[in-house]
């Protein structure tokens, strides 16, 4: 959407309100001045009020107001949500009705998805290195994992054709992100869940609008005219418009079966990323999965936020073969089986001052203490 598009679209929204009876202020746009799309945050309206504008003469030796400087946009300017925006315009003496508050309320709601829905937006693939450069620079990026170090991301870059896929805004914002990766076995591509920033993300329609825009522009890139499924998400033809779909009720596949899970060539790395759907990466065949453990004993666990594998940190029962944290003071080193044991399986005994695994103790009721049944007979 250009500028002047939202100045257009606030002198209707302006009129509507007007229409129903409800009093704007008479000389807002005299005091509210260069209201736009703010750069970085393509979700925000950037202005600065005259009286602002005043002070800053008066106060900030030598200032001349330039509103094309972004370091201006960023020091001086005012950015707001256009629903907020849009309530300035109100006239505050006017008092209105209970009624006419709610359809205040109502109508600011549309102006705020008719701003979201039409940001202008461009497609950008990232691949290698480049994902973790997109994480890692904190604006780009949605999420729990923005902003965090190169290091954490080195397990995206060995991974076999994938992709991060995104829709940017015209400061380099990102939008909209989802994996993509390509399976050489199946010859199929698949798109995992998407991500969306907080303000597109609390509105479902909205949502999908962007992700139907996500899809729509993956298509084209990958040259296909479908996609196979992602994780709890694939495409339906509902509304005639391609969206994602969060709906297993309807037949729709779930996750890819094993041999369509993305291939990490090189699982060394010194820290790890919390990565979404993905749980774990089997060390030895470098398949991510989105379970904790499937199949492979040796697993990377992903399941923090701060870089560290969580199942370095967990010590394996020899008798029941769960794992627990070392720090849960749930599982012992035993030195009669030379290994660990956990609490559920095994007894303390006094005598040998141990853990030993239940199915060699034996319950001296006289002494009311467990023992190894060997050392009674
Ligand atoms: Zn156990």
Redesign the pocket.
């Known amino acids: 959407m250009r500028n002047t598009n939202l100045s257009e679209m606030i002198k209707n929204y302006e009129q509507t309100l007007n229409c129903l009876g409800i009093r704007t202020q008479k000389n807002w746009a005299k005091r509210l001045l260069f209201a736009r799309r703010m750069k970085g945050n393509a979700t925000k309206i950037s202005y600065i009020s005259k009286s602002k504008i005043e002070g800053l003469k008066e106060n900030v030796k030598g200032f001349i107001l330039n509103p094309e400087c972004l370091e201006q946009r960023q020091k001086h300017f005012t950015a707001e949500r256009p629903n907020k925006f849009l309530n300035r315009l109100i006239d505050t003496e006017y008092k209105h009705t209970s009624t006419e508050h709610s359809l205040i309320e109502k109508i600011a709601e549309t102006f705020n998805k008719q701003f979201l829905a039409n940001i202008e937006n461009n497609f950008k693939f990232f691949k290698g290195q480049d994902i973790g450069e997109a994480y890692n620079e904190n604006r780009a990026i949605i999420g729990c994992m923005s902003g965090k170090s190169l290091s954490y991301f080195n397990v995206y870059a060995e991974t076999e054709g994938l992709r991060l896929a995104t829709l940017v805004d015209e400061s380099g914002t990102i939008l909209i992100r989802a994996l993509l990766w390509y399976c050489k076995k199946s010859k199929k591509y698949f798109l995992d869940n998407s991500y969306e920033q907080s303000n597109i993300n609390g509105d479902e329609q909205l949502r999908r609008t962007y992700q139907g825009k996500l899809l729509k522009a993956v298509l084209k890139a990958i040259r296909r005219k479908r996609i196979d499924c992602a994780f709890n998400s694939t495409l339906s033809k509902d509304d005639k418009q391609i969206c994602f779909r969060d709906d297993e009720s309807k037949g729709i596949k779930t996750y890819p079966s094993a041999d369509m899970q993305p291939i990490c060539n090189n699982v060394e790395s010194e820290f790890y990323p919390y990565s979404d759907n993905f749980k774990s990466i089997c060390k030895h065949s470098g398949e991510w999965a989105t379970e904790e453990n499937s199949g492979d004993n040796d697993y990377i666990l992903l399941n923090d936020t701060n870089g560290t594998d969580c199942n370095a940190n967990r010590t394996e ?6 794992t627990y944290d070392d720090e849960d003071d749930y ?1 012992f080193y035993s030195e009669y089986h030379d290994a660990s ?6 007894r303390y005994c006094e005598d040998r001052e141990d853990y030993i695994s239940s199915n060699d103790t034996s319950y001296d009721s006289y002494r009311s203490v467990y023992v190894l049944a060997d050392d009674i007979q």
């Not at 029962?317 to 769960?322: A, E, F, R, V």
């Open positions: 029962c020899c008798d029941c073969s769960n599982i044991i956990c609490d559920d399986c095994a």
